[in-house]
């Protein structure tokens, strides 16, 4: 099978080349890639060969907007570089195969518990609203042309030298500088990435849009704890809710510069966890649990 894989050098998509290039042949393509050394948002790319199954990882995420320009870019990139993509692809030959990595963001929820992939996709801010966007024009897309599409809608992502949120955890952690809120009671859906490469051969063949999580959705205190590790004998600070209210507004008479405000205190003590039942129920779903990786692995 011939797999052509975007965003082959982002978090994911290393995952996914690593853990499928010994069964399959593999063409990355990225803005540093060897096959095919693409920026999507500005090129619609010349492939050399056609694909059974394509892989859309390249995205931009892991930032907040703070100007119409950050804002734009990921319009650029998570939607024309879409359209860009599909249409390289149509030039070439059509693949019988599509799966695109989408994210959990696209529900707009801040909280919420067992959010199935039926919740109404409301997200406002600029991530959110261009992978809804590229999703839907990806599933157009597949209807015209007869491929098997797959959307995959992940939380965050768990690996070696891991990117966002939790990378920034981890950076806290080991500088000693980590605190959780309110005993660190919140839960938060997370997945393998390993986990998500490997069962991409599985779901491309179905179809379908699907939520993957590792089931378990830890909270912050046994998140936080799993990274430190059993052996360390450190104490994670706590800081009390009342106290990261006050922190919390302060920070919104601050503005941007301020590391805290009451949106982001809101979400670190808020529950929010997806349901991926759909997956196991019907493709026999089964991923690894993240703080059993993370108690036996450095990241």
């Known amino acids: 099978m011939e797999i052509l894989i975007t965003g082959a050098n982002g978090f994911l998509g290393r995952t996914i080349v690593n853990e499928l290039s010994t069964d399959f042949e593999i063409s990355s393509l990225s803005r540093n890639a060897i096959d095919y050394k693409v920026s999507l948002e500005n090129e619609i790319p010349n492939f050399l060969k056609k694909f059974d199954l394509v892989i859309h990882a390249a995205g931009k995420a892991h930032s907040v907007p703070r100007a119409a320009f950050e804002k734009q870019k990921f319009y650029d990139i998570n939607v024309l570089g879409t359209q860009n993509l599909l249409t390289g692809l149509e030039k070439k030959g059509l693949p019988k195969q599509f799966v695109f990595i989408s994210s959990v963001a696209v529900y707009g929820k801040e909280s919420g518990?067992?959010?199935n992939e039926q919740e109404s996709l409301l997200a406002k801010d600029a991530y959110g609203l261009s992978k809804i966007e590229a999703e839907?024009?990806?599933l157009d897309w597949c209807d015209k042309h007869h491929v098997i599409c797959t959307i995959l809608r992940l939380p965050l992502l768990v690996g070696k030298n891991p990117p966002g949120n939790l990378g920034?955890?981890?950076?806290?952690?080991n500088k000693g500088?980590?605190?959780?809120?309110?005993g660190g009671k919140a839960r938060k859906s997370m997945v393998l990435a390993q986990d998500v490469a490997v069962f991409i051969p599985i779901v491309a063949q179905v179809g379908g849009i699907y939520n993957l999580t590792d089931g378990f959705n830890p909270d912050f205190k046994e998140l936080s704890n799993a990274i430190m590790g059993t052996n360390n004998k450190k104490r994670l600070l706590n800081l009390p809710?009342?106290?990261a209210k006050i922190i919390g507004y302060i920070g919104d008479f601050l503005g941007q510069k301020a590391p805290l405000n009451t949106m982001k205190i809101k979400k670190i003590t808020s529950d929010l966890v997806f349901d991926?039942?759909?997956a196991r129920t019907n493709l026999g779903w089964k991923p690894n649990s993240v703080l059993e990786y993370l108690e036996n692995n450095s990241l």
């Not at 920034?168 to 952690?173: E, G, N, P, R, V």
């Open 241 to 243: 809710v009342f106290l």
């Open 113 to 115: 518990n067992n959010i």
């Open 276 to 278: 991926d039942s759909k």
């Open 177 to 182: 500088y980590y605190f959780n809120i309110g």
């Open 136 to 138: 839907k024009i990806i």
């Open 168 to 173: 920034a955890m981890l950076k806290s952690i």
